[in-house]
């Protein structure tokens, strides 16, 4: 096999393995897409190095006009009292009601997203996992979320052997400075 043919599987190896949910851990079925779109607010999360040290953190879900799901992921770096934002697109993994999804913000990299979790007489929570168990979300589409639904989904993500002694609360408290927001959004508080 010729150099860039290798190289290119090895590649494709690579990704293909950040895309599947841990092992045991199955996505909901029956799952809406459009009932899904619109803003969720990160309730908890086990830290991971893209969002440390943001708080107010939130996605917003669009079907795009091409078909694939807009992602727009927004916090805020406090330190440095900025806005942070990154837009990508996901497309499920299978059929459109099963909650599998890959997720690029840089091509060709994707990774997996996958609602384990979900209100689905309301869609007003949902719990995400990724790719491994050090990949975990509680969402919700207001930044607080009662503890009665947090202590259900903790048992459950304990169930599923996730280290939920690792989830950490996002501060969605008032920014106390001018922020400029660096993706054209007015700030949150």
Not at 55 to 74: F, K, M, Q
Not at 177 to 185: H, I, K, N, T
Request: with cysteine; charged share 25%; net charge positive.
């Amino acid at each position: 096999m010729k150099r860039p043919a290798r190289y290119f599987l090895v590649m494709a190896l690579l990704l293909g393995g950040c895309l599947g949910a841990p092992k045991g851990v199955s996505p909901i079925t029956n799952f809406d897409a459009g009932r899904y779109m619109g803003d969720w607010f990160a309730v908890m999360r086990i830290e991971n190095s893209f969002e440390r040290g943001l708080s107010n953190v939130s996605a917003t879900y669009s079907i795009r006009p091409d078909g694939y799901v807009g992602v727009l992921n927004r916090g805020f770096d406090r330190a440095k009292c900025r806005w942070r934002s990154i837009e990508g697109r996901a497309s499920f993994q299978g059929a459109p009601n099963i909650a599998s999804l890959s997720v690029s913000f840089f091509w060709p990299f994707a990774g997996g997203y996958h609602v384990i979790a979900l209100d689905h007489e309301h869609y007003r929570w949902a719990m995400v996992a990724g790719p491994t168990r050090g990949y975990l979300w509680i969402l919700a589409r207001e930044a607080r979320l009662d503890q009665v639904t947090i202590d259900t989904l903790m048992e459950k993500a304990r169930k599923l052997k996730f280290p939920v002694e690792d989830l950490v609360s996002v501060d969605h408290s008032a920014v106390d400075c001018r922020a400029e927001s660096s993706d054209g959004f007015p700030p949150r508080s």
